[in-house]
């Protein structure tokens, strides 16, 4: 189990391979609720990691940069403001990239703690959906229920997050 959370703390860290490879393993190793449980806690870690090195790294660098731009300034604001929602919906999109989450919140004025919380949060359901599609579709379920389920959720899922901000971005604006 140690091998298995440090490799996905890895992946999610450096970004590379998809992380539902091994969200998927996990769950057939350790069954579906544990290897969702684990694989959202490695990731949650791993991605923290990144976004702590990506902002020890790069943060300075971007904001000479946003300073330079009213437009890029006011992306930082709203971040700043706003972006523990806007990561936790983007990390609740299932197959969404991790590492230009992972870039995004580490550039902006997003706070560590909302990254984290958000991150967490977030991670579950797309993490949830990616490893019972991934081990559903592995193991060949003879009963094809929960995987029409589980996809009809991720499909909502996304929907739900997209008309979610939208609505917010209108009343903000």
Do not use: C
């Amino acid at each position: 189990m140690v091998f298995s959370f440090l490799l996905t703390l890895f992946v999610n860290a450096l970004g590379f391979p998809p992380a539902i490879i091994f969200s998927t393993a996990n769950t057939l190793i350790f069954g579906i609720f544990w290897g969702i449980f684990l694989s959202v806690a490695a990731e949650t870690v791993g991605v923290t990691v990144s976004f702590l090195l990506l902002r020890f790294f790069f943060r300075d660098a971007a904001e000479k940069i946003i300073a330079k731009h009213k437009t890029l300034a006011n992306i930082d604001k709203y971040s700043g403001k706003r972006g523990f929602v806007v990561m936790l919906i983007a990390r609740m999109v299932p197959y969404f990239p991790s590492i230009l989450l992972n870039a995004l919140g580490a550039l902006s004025a997003m706070s560590l703690r909302d990254y984290v919380i958000s991150s967490f949060v977030g991670k579950f359901p797309s993490t949830g959906i990616e490893a019972i599609i991934g081990h559903d579709t592995i193991t060949h379920q003879e009963d094809p229920t929960r995987l029409i389920i589980v996809i009809v959720f991720a499909v909502l899922l996304i929907a739900g997050a997209w008309w979610y901000e939208r609505r917010a971005a209108k009343r903000a604006a």
